[in-house]
């Protein structure tokens, strides 16, 4: 009896210490995160000019969400943000799979493939926005220089309105490709080998190997690539920015583009709230989707 009172008092005792160390970080996310939160969906629902003096918040209900469906640059924007996440996702996806085929094969140059795929993982969004700005330069851009070589007209790039879309969504593709590369290279080489041999032993192709083997097996890797690629496309910024600062016009103003010009550069807090929850809620249900379908696989 005395020793299960002392175990009881040992397990409350450790309870009390293990809740006592998570304290300051639980504390700490609260304030910078959760706090946030919900202090800006509370704004969502309140109309706030922050350029008017001595303003304050006027409540108007779900007036913020209703507008936005009306609300022409709102509806550009998305439109945009939606062809940006599903072209440089699924072109990532492929070349990734491309590249982590070779990558995981019995190339001879495989060493320098890897190297050079690392470059531009080692720059931070900023620099590789100024320097692909530079490098669309219409008139001292190395990319129009080398087209000149081959007789090819110098070409706009971020200045032109049907160009600036592509040209950013290649730059992102030009970022993240590796990142998708390697990791589905990763997943590649923990897939069984006894499979691949009995498939050639039973004198099956390259093809049906990918696709009756590989595929199936590389699904929950899959599934992960896309979710992580998915969010982060939705929410890229910094790239656009200081590539097209949005422009020419509107036409490369992504939805985090909007939210951003709507809060801090107008002070349209309460619509920027709103853009910013509907935002959020579209990333997840997107994250619910992919989740369920690993639980499915599981």
Same mark, same amino acid.
Request: hydrophobic share 55%.
């Given at each position: 009896?005395?020793?299960?009172?002392?175990?009881?008092?040992?397990?409350?005792?450790?309870?009390?210490?293990?809740?006592?160390?998570?304290?300051?970080?639980?504390?700490?996310?609260?304030?910078?995160?959760?706090?946030?939160?919900?202090?800006?969906?509370?704004?969502?629902?309140?109309?706030?000019?922050?350029?008017?003096?001595?303003?304050?918040?006027?409540?108007?209900?779900?007036?913020?969400?209703?507008?936005?469906?009306?609300?022409?640059?709102?509806?550009?924007?998305?439109?945009?943000?939606?062809?940006?996440?599903?072209?440089?996702?699924?072109?990532?996806?492929?070349?990734?799979? $491309?590249? $982590?085929?070779?990558?995981?094969?019995?190339?001879? $140059?495989?060493?320098?493939?890897?190297?050079?795929?690392?470059?531009?993982?080692?720059?931070?969004?900023?620099?590789?926005?100024v320097l692909w700005r530079t490098l669309f330069h219409t008139e001292y851009g190395a990319i129009n220089f080398f087209l000149n070589l081959f007789g090819i007209a110098s070409?706009?790039?971020?200045?032109?309105?049907?160009?600036?879309?592509?040209?950013?969504?290649?730059?992102?593709?030009?970022?993240?490709?590796?990142?998708?590369?390697?990791?589905?290279?990763?997943?590649?080489?923990?897939?069984?080998?006894?499979?691949?041999?009995? $498939?050639?032993?039973?004198?099956?192709?390259?093809?049906?190997?990918?696709?009756?083997?590989?595929?199936?097996?590389?699904?929950?890797?899959?599934?992960?690539?896309?979710?992580?690629?998915?969010?982060?496309?939705?929410?890229?910024?910094?790239?656009?920015?200081?590539?097209?600062?949005?422009?020419?016009?509107?036409?490369?103003?992504?939805?985090?583009?909007?939210?951003?010009?709507?809060?801090?550069?107008?002070?349209?807090?309460?619509?920027?709230?709103?853009?910013?929850?509907?935002?959020?809620?579209?990333?997840?249900c997107i994250s619910i989707f992919f989740i369920r379908e690993l639980q499915k696989r599981n």
């Amino acid at each position: 009896m005395a020793n299960s009172k002392v175990i009881v008092q040992t397990y409350r005792r450790e309870r009390l210490m293990s809740l006592l160390f998570m304290a300051p970080a639980v504390i700490f996310l609260i304030f910078t995160s959760v706090y946030p939160l919900l202090y800006s969906l509370r704004l969502s629902f309140f109309s706030w000019n922050m350029t008017v003096p001595n303003s304050q918040p006027v409540f108007i209900g779900w007036d913020n969400y209703t507008r936005l469906f009306s609300d022409g640059n709102f509806l550009s924007s998305v439109r945009i943000t939606l062809i940006f996440v599903a072209a440089s996702v699924t072109l990532e996806f492929l070349l990734g799979m $491309a590249l $982590a085929l070779l990558a995981t094969s019995s190339v001879k $140059a495989i060493g320098l493939i890897r190297t050079v795929l690392l470059i531009p993982l080692m720059m931070t969004p900023v620099v590789v926005g100024v320097l692909w700005r530079t490098l669309f330069h219409t008139e001292y851009g190395a990319i129009n220089f080398f087209l000149n070589l081959f007789g090819i007209a110098s070409q706009p790039f971020v200045a032109d309105p049907k160009q600036a879309l592509p040209s950013v969504i290649a730059v992102e593709i030009w970022q993240q490709l590796p990142v998708v590369a390697f990791i589905l290279a990763a997943g590649i080489q923990s897939l069984p080998v006894d499979l691949y041999k009995a $498939a050639r032993v039973d004198g099956a192709s390259s093809w049906q190997i990918f696709r009756e083997i590989t595929l199936p097996l590389l699904r929950p890797v899959i599934l992960v690539v896309l979710l992580l690629r998915i969010m982060d496309a939705f929410r890229v910024f910094d790239i656009i920015w200081t590539l097209t600062f949005g422009g020419p016009g509107r036409t490369t103003e992504l939805l985090s583009m909007l939210i951003y010009k709507s809060g801090l550069q107008f002070f349209q807090i309460g619509q920027a709230s709103a853009m910013s929850w509907l935002f959020l809620l579209v990333i997840f249900c997107i994250s619910i989707f992919f989740i369920r379908e690993l639980q499915k696989r599981n």
